[in-house]
């Protein structure tokens, strides 16, 4: 199995923030990455796929960049609704998610 | 708008199988361009990944669960199904179906949490 990590694991910061959050895979998986945005109670939701495209109907504020083993997610001015907690997946090969990055209010 | 919602028992004893059904409205199952699949998420924990399957029965699953996983498909009612055997208290979680575009999970169910208790 191909694992993920994410750093930090949790982080707390203001409305207007710059947030940044790193997904690592244990081997290379070109730019099978996608990421989720998760809030309590809820499914997760896609924002990102194949590393960097954004989803229909995500705001701009959210891009993904990175190839290979090393990704990011970041968050360009950090807004109320997006408190939530974050995943990484890969689907390079059997699908595995990361274990989740926990953004609250500072 | 495609809609997926999962539906079965909530409460399961321990050695027992545990069967979960997703419907899906607002588009067909039989869509080429899919897999079907499912994922859970024990409280407070992440999620994994369980297996997908295809319109035309082709599935793949998870290797650490695969020896007690069935997922299977009925075009006709639009509906995919999961069966877990042996089921423990570690089967304890959120169960989700989810629509798996190309290598993304793009439309997802409210999920149900299936608690394993005797």
């Known amino acids: 199995d191909i694992q993920m990590t994410q750093s930090p694991s949790s982080l707390s910061a203001s409305v207007g923030d710059r947030v940044t959050i790193t997904c690592r895979a244990s081997?290379?998986?070109?730019?099978?990455l996608n990421w989720y945005q998760q809030k309590p109670g809820k499914a997760p939701k896609l924002l990102i796929y194949?590393?960097?495209s954004l989803q229909s109907g995500v705001p701009s504020r959210f891009s993904g960049s990175g190839s290979g083993t090393d990704f990011t997610l970041t968050i360009s001015s950090l807004q109320p609704e997006d408190f939530a907690t974050y995943y990484c997946?890969?689907?390079?090969?059997?699908?595995?998610f990361g274990p989740g990055t926990k953004v609250d209010i500072k | 708008q495609l809609q997926l919602q999962e539906s079965g028992p909530g409460l399961v004893k321990p050695s027992e199988t545990l069967s979960l059904t997703c419907t899906v409205s607002?588009?067909?199952?039989?869509?080429?361009?899919?897999?079907w699949g499912w994922i859970r998420q024990p409280p407070g924990k992440g999620l994994e990944w369980i297996g997908s399957?295809?319109?035309?029965?082709?599935?793949y699953y998870n290797p650490s669960l695969k020896s007690r996983v069935t997922i299977s498909v009925d075009t006709s009612k639009n509906q995919f199904s999961l069966k877990l055997s042996s089921v423990t208290a570690a089967d304890t979680a959120v169960y989700y179906c989810?629509?798996?575009?190309?290598?993304?999970?793009?439309?997802w169910g409210q999920g149900t949490l299936v608690t394993v208790s005797s």
């Open positions: 399957i295809y319109y035309s029965g082709s599935t």
């Open positions: 989810a629509r798996l575009g190309y290598d993304f999970l793009d439309y």
């Open positions: 081997q290379s998986i070109s730019s099978y």
């Open positions: 194949a590393a960097s």
């Open positions: 607002g588009g067909s199952i039989s869509s080429s361009s899919y897999y």
């Open positions: 997946q890969q689907s390079y090969s059997t699908i595995t």
